[in-house]
């Protein structure tokens, strides 16, 4: 898996939920069409009288979401980037997307804007199978945050973590470790280590 990849299961899922932030600070989802990916770009549009793209003019930054028939999820957050040339690419998504020409005839589509996202942090994340599979990219210059949990040093061996995993992806050793590809990031180790051996990624 890559971030390439990752963006062409969201064009499969195609229909993706897109969340922003509102003037209220409040969050906002809807579900937005993925119009085409292209060196590892994704595209989409809106128009313009809709609140989703005052959000985008204003926020600059979308996360999108998407599940598979597979059970594989792929997470998007993002900066969006308003395109010029707006007939040239309303066009070609129109081409590609031939179901657009029902809901906007004509030059109706015109009233639609182009934006792409070209850099971001980029999550996939597989259920169909134990334990779970999860690995992060980043696109373009964008940057991964870490999650999930780390065991430190000032582990005592007492092995709780490893019993009440429920993915069992902790493996004893000096200090134990866990396989963060496998990770639910549920906290339950974090929050039942006897000597707070366990940190979050994010606070190291």
Same mark, same amino acid.
């Given at each position: 898996? %890559? ?14 939920? @897109? ?8 969050? $906002? ?10 060196? =590892? ?7 313009? /009288?809709?609140?989703?793209? %005052? #959000?985008? =003019? ?9 599940? &598979?028939?597979?059970? #594989? ?5 993002? +900066? ?5 040339? $707006? ?6 998504? @129109? =081409? ?8 906007? !005839? ?33 696109? /373009? ?5 870490? +999650?999930? @949990?780390?065991?430190?040093? %000032? ?8 019993? &009440?995993?429920?993915? #069992? ?10 396989? $963060? ?5 549920? /906290? ?5 280590? !006897?000597? #707070? ?8």
């Amino acid at each position: 898996m %890559n971030a390439a990849e990752c963006l062409n299961i969201l064009r499969e899922i195609k229909d993706c939920a @897109f969340a922003t932030v509102d003037e209220n600070g409040l969050p $906002q989802n809807r579900i937005i069409d993925v119009m085409l990916v292209e060196d =590892e770009k994704l595209y989409f549009l809106t128009a313009r /009288g809709k609140h989703f793209y %005052n #959000q985008l =003019e204003s926020g600059k930054v979308a996360a999108i979401t998407g599940l &598979n028939d597979k059970w #594989q999820t792929v997470r998007l957050v993002g +900066k969006v980037e308003k395109l010029a040339e $707006q007939k040239y690419w309303i066009d070609r998504f @129109f =081409e590609l997307n031939p179901s657009m020409n029902g809901v906007y !005839p004509g030059d109706a589509r015109y009233i639609l804007e182009p934006f792409c996202i070209k850099d971001g942090d980029l999550e996939f994340f597989d259920l169909s199978d134990t334990p779970i599979y999860r690995e992060s990219f980043t696109l /373009g210059s964008g940057t991964v945050t870490e +999650k999930g @949990f780390v065991i430190t040093d %000032n582990c005592i061996g007492c092995g709780l973590c490893e019993t &009440n995993c429920p993915q #069992q992806c902790i493996e004893s050793g000096t200090p134990f470790e866990i396989h $963060q590809n496998n990770c639910l990031h549920c /906290g339950l180790c974090y929050e039942n280590c !006897p000597v #707070q051996a366990i940190v979050k990624r994010e606070e190291m």
